[in-house]
């Protein structure tokens, strides 16, 4: 039974961990994501969201009970920000748009159609007055030039009052028929009533104006809908005014008599009619669209600031503030602000990710590399909260702006990490979303500014470093930097003066933030190259000290195989450096790749000095097996030793697969004579192949080194031959098909090779009265040669 329940608890973790490793999408932003890097994510967004809005909401979640006080009460107790937080000044916001409301312009319609509607009726009242007057000479036999009695103009006189009620004068009708209501009389009153009444109009009372002079006002045609801006309406004319113009142009009656005129004018007093009224309306709809724009009077409370003072009467204002204290505490609100952060969080990451996937080299460092993004970020952001608590939490009376003491954060310790454990691209990606991450905790643009021009200025500076010690130096520089990005700051926003304490302490903050992002970049590098496997050039520095111990060891045990180290260390930096590859890691690869051998140095050729070949009493088959354990034992020297990955990896790829041909060929000699087949895999290296460049190059180098050596009159020719057949005879070999080196890579590294080879095997003039081509015994006399 027991067997049986343990088989069933292995396959549920079996299934459980195929779950978790199963990818979510190939083809699809999420590539290479699996379920379980889900579920790491959204753990890293979690926390970091609960890192900014954890901060932004300790203080209200110090149990500060906000007091349910109505207006007129006392103050029992000072009450506190405990963060940044606005309120609207309701009276200051109604008083605001009470004014805007007194700058709108007010709208006035120009009603043209009562122009019309005056000139249609007048000539509607001459033209029936003509038809009657025609009717009645007809009936009575007069012609059309002819006149009506005096008894029969009365009669007519009368019908015409039936007709036309606005006629209703008796003295006006007699001047108009003595005319017979002309065509040339009907223009003239037309046209003096229109003058009086056009545009910009008449009101009938200025003083429907002149509440509206200082805001000016909006003519608007209810014709063609056209509005014409009127600034003061002194242009729009009053009753009274429309009237005064008629008398001004009654020399325009040339048909009728001076007496008549004056008779005329007064009967087109009432023919004059306003055309421009206020539309409440559309004064009222403008009003209210301005009103919407008006931004609300806010008042910004600093974390820290007393809000009410123990004894102070409560007034409306305050009843105000204390309501939105006592809102941003109510959870709805955190929840709010926390998914929305979330969501900001989450979206980075995932952008990061995306850029991971898509940009970075090589592809199996993606995820470790990721990791690393996230750990720096949750930790730089732990430092950063952590200062910003403390900031907020210290009692200086002279200080009382915490955000004085939030430049000594060390903004720029995850830039500092990320450009010497992985690159320049991810570390500038990493100061963006660091940047926008202090923005959300402190709530202050001038320390994205800050934080993010600190991290530049660390990649640009750090990259050049390759000494531990030399960060230190790097992170007095950059806490210059600082300092200049608080001038800048300063000068910028100081509008009221400079505050000579705040800005000091905030100088000293930035320079305290550069030194101090160093020095915890120093201690914690070790630990990250360490977690992470991750092998950077200070560390590459450390190794490439030639007095390392495993290092004097392979000189003073297997000096040959040591000489022969430096010089493929040589060689492979020149190619490196022709191809644009780490030359630093060939070099360093070049002095530890053959560390194995000081497990049996004398079997290696290059150590036998004064001794014998011992491979000729070996077999074929054995001798190749020592060559390869050299591998293997150099595998288990830099275990032990702690050797970066990095230059591990290059102990076994120099080698790869490559056959031991001298002894290949010796064994299948032997094996001939007896008939027999040698298998080709038994005198091979176990491998792998070259997985990058600088791998390609340490074999080809540890090659052409030990090549090179069997010239006997090594020329630029012969040694370019030697070069040529070795890259050849490796690529027919196949041994570069897992890296991605070129042909043109490895055009340039033979030229490189070529030149140091060469360099290596230069020529010297004899010296004179010495032929050192001779034994030493023919020179010397037997009693004065060296023992």
């Not at 700058?103 to 009242?125: C, K, Q």
């Not at 006002?217 to 309406?233: A, F, P, S």
């Not at 691209?425 to 991450?437: D, K, M, R």
């Not at 000579?500 to 302490?505: R, Y």
Request: net charge negative; glycine share 6%; with cysteine.
């Amino acid at each position: 039974m027991a067997d049986k329940s343990q088989g069933k608890s292995t396959q549920r973790s079996r299934l459980a961990k195929t779950f978790l490793n199963r990818p979510i999408d190939q083809n699809s932003l999420f590539a290479r994501l699996t379920v379980l890097n889900i579920i790491v994510g959204l753990g890293v967004s979690l926390l970091v969201t609960w890192l900014l809005v954890g901060f932004q909401f300790q203080g209200l979640m110090g149990r500060q009970n906000i007091p349910a006080y109505k207006i007129g009460d006392i103050s029992d107790r000072d009450i506190t920000a405990p963060h940044d937080f606005t309120v609207e000044d309701r009276e200051a916001t109604l008083q605001k748009e009470e004014e805007t409301r007194k700058i709108v312009p007010a709208v006035f319609d120009l009603a043209l159609t009562v122009n019309n509607g005056v000139e249609a009726e007048l000539r509607s009242a001459f033209k029936d007055a003509r038809r009657l007057l025609s009717e009645e000479k007809i009936r009575l036999g007069i012609p059309d030039s002819g006149q009506l009695r005096e008894t029969q103009t009365r009669g007519l006189i009368r019908r015409l009052q039936e007709i036309l009620p606005r006629f209703d004068q008796r003295d006006i009708l007699e001047i108009c028929l003595r005319h017979s209501f002309s065509l040339e009389l009907e223009d003239q009153l037309v046209s003096l009533v229109q003058e009086a009444m056009k545009p910009p109009g008449l009101v009938l009372s200025r003083d429907v104006l002149f509440p509206h002079r200082q805001s000016g006002m909006i003519l608007r045609n209810t014709i063609t809908g056209q509005d014409e801006d009127v600034d003061d309406g002194s242009a729009i004319r009053d009753l009274s005014q429309a009237r005064d113009v008629l008398r001004q142009n009654e020399y325009q009656l040339t048909v009728v008599s001076a007496v008549e005129k004056k008779q005329i004018i007064s009967f087109l007093d009432g023919w004059i009619i306003p055309n421009v009224r206020y539309n409440q309306i559309e004064t009222t709809a403008l009003q209210q669209l301005a009103v919407q724009e008006v931004a609300p009077v806010l008042i910004l409370f600093k974390r820290g600031r007393i809000v009410v003072r123990a004894g102070d009467e409560i007034t409306a204002r305050e009843v105000e503030v204390l309501e939105q204290l006592e809102r941003l505490g109510r959870p709805r609100g955190r929840v709010g602000r926390f998914a929305g952060i979330f969501l900001m969080v989450s979206f980075f990451l995932i952008a990061t990710w995306h850029y991971f996937a898509a940009y970075e080299r090589p592809r199996e460092r993606i995820h470790s590399n990721y990791l690393l993004f996230t750990v720096v970020l949750i930790s730089t952001l732990f430092m950063a909260w952590l200062v910003y608590f403390v900031a907020g939490s210290l009692d200086v009376e002279s200080l009382q702006d915490p955000l004085n003491f939030y430049f000594m954060a060390p903004v720029a310790l995850g830039a500092i990490l990320l450009v010497l454990l992985v690159n320049v691209e991810v570390s500038i990606l990493y100061s963006l979303v660091f940047a926008v991450c202090v923005g959300l905790l402190t709530g202050e643009m001038g320390m994205v500014i800050y934080s993010l021009a600190g991290s530049l200025a660390a990649i640009y500076l750090m990259s050049h470093y390759r000494e531990r010690t030399a960060l230190i130096k790097g992170g007095i520089v950059l806490g210059l930097v600082n300092v200049l990005t608080v001038i800048s700051l300063e000068l910028y926003g100081g509008e009221e003066g400079v505050q000579w304490t705040a800005f000091l302490v905030q100088a000293g903050g930035g320079l305290l933030s550069g030194i101090s992002s160093a020095m915890l970049a120093s201690l914690m590098l070790p630990i990250l190259e360490s977690l992470f496997k991750i092998t950077t050039d200070i560390r590459l520095l450390e190794l490439s000290n030639l007095n390392n111990p495993i290092l004097r060891r392979l000189a003073v045990e297997a000096p040959g195989t040591h000489h022969h180290s430096i010089m493929v260390g040589t060689l492979a930096e020149a190619a490196a450096e022709a191809i644009g590859a780490n030359t630093l890691l060939v070099r360093v690869g070049a002095y530890y790749h053959d560390i194995g051998k000081l497990k049996t140095p004398e079997y290696y050729v290059e150590n036998q000095i004064y001794a014998s070949n011992k491979h000729e009493k070996l077999s074929a088959s054995m001798s190749s097996l020592i060559l390869a354990n050299h591998v293997k034992d150099g595998l288990a020297m830099a275990e032990e030793i702690k050797l970066a990955q990095k230059v591990r990896d290059l102990i076994p790829q120099h080698h790869g697969t490559r056959l031991m041909t001298y002894f290949y060929q010796k064994a299948k000699e032997k094996a001939e004579e007896k008939g027999r087949e040698v298998d080709e895999t038994d005198f091979r290296y176990p491998g792998p192949k070259p997985q990058t460049k600088e791998a390609a190059i340490l074999m080809i180098a540890d090659q052409v080194e030990a090549a090179a050596r069997t010239l006997q009159e090594p020329g630029p020719s012969q040694i370019r031959g030697l070069i040529r057949r070795l890259i050849q005879s490796t690529i027919q070999d196949r041994q570069f098909d897992e890296c991605d080196i070129t042909l043109k890579d490895l055009d340039r590294i033979l030229r490189a090779f070529e030149r140091v080879i060469t360099g290596m095997h230069h020529h010297r003039i004899e010296y004179p009265g010495f032929d050192f081509n001779k034994q030493v015994e023919e020179e010397v006399p037997q009693s004065q040669r060296i023992q």
